[in-house]
């Protein structure tokens, strides 16, 4: 599963040549496969002649992206929906068009039910489908009301451009790269494989070209993209069946590439090859994203995880082995239907045994349609409420000590983006920290060993130590 941050993105996109220049206002809510798809979306666009805008006033054309995990989350959008409709209406007003698209796992997942509730959404579109954007939003500009939810019979990647590299570069030095997408595994309590539909891996061949195009417009660290991305697979060039351990090894001999990150693994498909690549790669950094979601063997049934709490503990115990400096983080929910008070003393206990570095722990919210919805026993709002609070202390005080254990480390930062201070930028540490230091602005892009300094509540603190190594060392 991806995992979830809130996230607004807007793109620049240059228009085209003698085409009329319209504005486009992209928001993005939930994973990073929305981040990707809003950016592809956005790409799309500029070939219609469509230039990106952060100020909301000045659109044609604003997209909702939006995400479905959670009931919130699409409440949020309806809101959303309801502020723009006003303004909708006073830009009629002046003479002016505004038009209203959502995309995402809501527009997938409720379909013509947004054009009945947002009686002021010209364009729904489902993230199979974002490929045909430009053309939906044609005809939404004859005044055409559109539903653009059926999965495509042709590849969506087939048809999207790649990452344009003049707007890659203004996009920074990290890079997300859609490797896979959709879920078999259906969980109970998860929509993802009812609003991103089955698992689709994309063949090597396209991700390897992806890559490349990222590399020679500067991206140093790809981040590959997944709603279970450790189950992708595919032919590589030997035409041997390869797994996504195969493909890390072939992208990591992309000239060029940094590092290497990849997200959101299931348990059941972290394989040998997978962990045989965490041993041996020095570009793959040593951080996972491992969702275990609970620590009671009895809910794990439930939620149809297909796996116990201490197959999840040996699996954990296998990775640090082969690479003992992985820093973990996971995904929990409580309050899933059942759940006693010792089924989450349980979650308690596992969070005790792994320590996670980093940790997203939410209350279990009902999505209509999954088994989890038709389940009797569903845990009090209060109930829930408590057993967050407890969950997210530990996870915090986790959090906090691993941040901590990093004081005196010497470790690698890419550097990403100027800092909150006059001479200081922001970088990455290999386990996704935030690490500030104070260092020029040409050196964006470098990667350089710092000596972490202090530990901040959200991001560590840095002294170089180093000169940078050539980029050709360190690519
Ligand atoms: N309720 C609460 N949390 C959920 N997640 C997914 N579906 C639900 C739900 N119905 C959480 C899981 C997943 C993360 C992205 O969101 O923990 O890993
Ligand atoms: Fe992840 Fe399970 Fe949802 Fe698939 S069904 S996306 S494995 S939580």
């Not at 989350?73 to 002016?96: C, D, T």
């Not at 209060?382 to 609070?389: F, G, S, W």
Request: glycine share 8%.
């Amino acid at each position: 599963m991806t995992q979830e941050t809130a996230l607004l993105s807007t793109s620049p996109v240059t228009g085209e040549m003698n085409a009329p220049v319209r504005k486009v206002f992209v928001k993005t809510y939930g994973c990073q496969m929305n981040v990707y798809d809003s950016d592809r979306m956005s790409d799309a666009l500029s070939r219609d002649g469509y230039v990106a805008t952060d100020v909301l006033e000045e659109a044609d054309f604003v997209l909702l992206n939006t995400c479905h995990i959670r009931e919130k989350a699409a409440e949020k959008v309806y809101s959303e929906l309801g502020r723009l409709r006003e303004l909708k209406k006073e830009k009629a007003r002046e003479g002016r068009e505004m038009l209203i698209g959502v995309a995402g796992c809501v527009a997938q997942a409720e379909g013509n039910e947004i054009l009945r509730r947002a009686p002021a959404v010209d364009l729904v579109i489902g993230p199979q489908t974002y490929h045909r954007l430009p053309e939906a939003l044609k005809r939404a500009r004859t005044g055409e009301r559109i539903v653009e939810t059926e999965y495509a019979i042709e590849d969506k990647f087939d048809y999207l451009p790649a990452p344009d590299k003049a707007k890659t570069r203004s996009r920074g030095v990290t890079a997300f790269l859609t490797v896979q997408e959709g879920c078999d595994k259906f969980c109970t309590f998860c929509v993802v494989p009812y609003t991103r539909g089955a698992e689709v891996s994309r063949p090597v061949a396209q991700i390897i070209a992806e890559a490349e195009k990222l590399v020679e417009a500067g991206v140093r660290e790809i981040t590959l993209l997944g709603q279970n991305v450790n189950a992708w697979h595919g032919v590589g060039a030997d035409e041997r069946e390869w797994g996504l351990g195969d493909l890390l090894r072939r992208l990591g001999e992309v000239e060029g590439v940094a590092r290497l990150r990849y997200t959101t693994s299931h348990p059941r498909d972290m394989d040998d090859s997978l962990i045989e690549a965490h041993r041996s790669m020095a570009k793959l950094m040593p951080y996972l994203h491992l969702p275990v979601q609970s620590g009671s063997d009895r809910i794990l049934k439930a939620m149809n995880r297909r796996h116990t709490a201490a197959e999840y503990l040996a699996l954990v115990e296998r990775i640090r082995t082969a690479q003992p400096d992985l820093a973990l983080s996971g995904d929990f929910i409580v309050g899933f239907p059942g759940e006693t008070e010792a089924d989450f003393e349980d979650t308690l206990r596992l969070v005790e045994a792994v320590n996670y570095a980093q940790a997203f722990s939410f209350k279990y919210s009902t999505r209509p349609g999954t088994p989890g919805a038709e389940l009797k026993d569903q845990v009090p709002e209060d109930v829930k409420a408590k057993r967050l609070e407890r969950l997210q202390a530990l996870l915090t005080k986790q959090q906090r000590g691993f941040a901590e254990a990093c004081v005196g480390r010497e470790i690698d930062v890419l550097l990403e983006k100027p800092g909150r201070l006059p001479g200081q930028l922001v970088g990455r540490s290999p386990w996704l920290q935030p690490v500030n230091v104070d260092a020029k602005a040409s050196q964006i892009g470098d990667i350089i060993k710092v000596r972490i300094t202090k530990a901040g509540p959200n991001s560590l603190f840095a002294e170089m130590i180093e000169e940078p190594r050539a980029r050709s060392l360190t690519a």
